[in-house]
């Protein structure tokens, strides 16, 4: 007997042998994976009706720092040197462990609501995330965030202590956390420390989270420093290769984009926080023609306010319509990939598509709404019209996070109000501390 069998709904498998195309079948899980796609009426412990809904592949955001919800809305519509500089850095030298796991647990919350079932995390304090992580029942790679700036013994405490979290965290909470390590950024680690980071990695079989050439500050300090472009001096040290998650990138040349696409560089498009920071606009279709293995994460929220995956894939799509001005570039079905298989295949994680074998990682999304009414093409509505709010249920590894849109996992009233009481504290020692 099955463990689950989702019933009537429109099935979007992502899977490229069903041509872009939505089908009437019975989605089968058994043993925290999808036994088959199909017409079958196997019996099953829990039947699901997916009637007026699209089954589809639960979003895989690949860049985010999960706790930064405690700062939504903290410090916005600064310049980015006052924003870090004044505020995001001041309030992270106040940050607990427990104001970590707390945050981190309210955005696990939000993610499973708005159809988000695995995500790649870079911050500080790892097992306060992978706890939170475990807790809520999702599946995440986590990174500890390295900073460096040149200093050797700092270098050394730094990847001491992002190599014990990979040893103790991999393969965690039945297999759903899985690790990475996590040099912050080309200009905020030595050249030095970056080889060593990826000598590590490699050694471990890990792959590496990093942010790469965000700004247009970088760029210049990179140039000034090294007489190139971060691209081109991690390309010197060897260090691209198909297990790097470059975050943002929005500052490349064509040259850049060819060694991207050469070494297999995974890349994740965060258009949300590149256009709240003025960061700039990544040249994302010019990857997408290379090949670039692309795909979407939200950044924290103090540098996008939410982690709705479907207002990523949206702006995602328009903004480089606009940039191009060609309104046929980065097509729906193009962003849905980038946000489900391009993302774990990102991860090295076996989801993003629902076919025999893979992780049973998939949501419903409601259709039966006044926004996406009517119904011309399902596909389209997923990216210009559909919410996070539209997603009804939410399974991770055969198991039901959010059914009918309630969390059966988590209590969303008392992670909000711990939140709330978490985030003041915080502010109050960072008043005090100041004075």
């Not at 490229?16 to 043993?31: A, G, H, M, R, W």
């Not at 700004?215 to 210049?220: M, R, W």
């Not at 920071?277 to 023609?289: E, K, N, Q």
């Not at 389209?380 to 996070?401: P, Q």
């Amino acid at each position: 007997m099955a463990d689950i069998v989702i019933k009537n709904g429109l099935v979007l498998t992502m899977n490229p042998l069903d041509n872009q195309k939505l089908i009437k079948s019975n989605v089968i899980i058994e043993d925290g994976l999808i036994k088959e796609i199909s017409s079958s009426n196997d019996s099953a412990n829990q039947v699901i009706d997916a009637s007026g809904c699209v089954v589809m592949p639960g979003l895989v955001n690949t860049h985010t720092h999960a706790a930064m919800t405690l700062l939504r809305g903290y410090a916005d519509d600064l310049s980015l040197k006052s924003w870090l500089e004044n505020n995001m850095w001041p309030v992270e030298a106040q940050m607990s462990s427990d104001d970590i796991y707390t945050g981190t647990l309210l955005a696990c919350a939000e993610m499973i609501k708005s159809g988000t079932t695995s995500f790649a995390d870079m911050y500080f304090e790892p097992d306060s995330i992978a706890k939170a992580v475990e807790k809520s029942g999702m599946r995440a790679s986590i990174s500890y965030g390295m900073i460096e700036l040149g200093d050797t013994e700092k270098g050394k405490i730094e990847l001491k202590k992002g190599k014990k979290f990979v040893d103790e965290w991999t393969g965690k909470a039945g297999g759903r956390i899985n690790t990475m390590y996590g040099p912050h950024a080309p200009n905020t680690c030595s050249k030095d420390f970056l080889v060593k980071v990826k000598n590590q990695a490699r050694k471990d079989g890990k792959k590496i989270h990093i942010h790469v050439l965000e700004t247009e500050a970088e760029l210049n300090e990179m140039k000034e420093k090294y007489g190139k472009c971060s691209i081109n001096m991690l390309e010197d040290i060897d260090f691209f290769d198909k297990d790097i998650l470059a975050a943002h990138c929005v500052w490349l040349s064509q040259g850049d984009i060819e060694i991207l696409n050469e070494k297999n560089v995974n890349v994740s498009h965060n258009p949300t926080s590149n256009m709240k920071l003025a960061s700039g606009t990544s040249p994302v279709y010019d990857m997408w023609r290379k090949g670039v293995n692309l795909s979407i994460g939200t950044d924290g929220c103090a540098s996008n306010n939410n982690l709705d995956m479907f207002k990523e894939m949206k702006l995602a799509s328009l903004l480089q319509k606009v940039t191009n001005n060609d309104p046929t570039v980065l097509k729906a079905y193009d962003v849905i990939k980038m946000a489900t298989s391009n993302g774990a295949s990102s991860m090295d994680i076996k989801s993003g598509i629902l076919k025999e074998g893979f992780n049973a990682d998939l949501i419903l999304v409601d259709m039966n709404k006044l926004h996406l009414t009517p119904i011309y093409d399902p596909i389209s509505h997923l990216v210009y019209s559909a919410n996070g709010s539209d997603v009804k249920t939410t399974i991770v590894n055969g198991k039901v996070l959010m059914d009918n849109y309630r969390l059966t996992n988590l209590d969303e009233k008392l992670i909000m109000q711990e939140a709330s009481n978490t985030s003041q504290d915080l502010i109050d020692r960072v008043k005090s501390v100041a004075q």
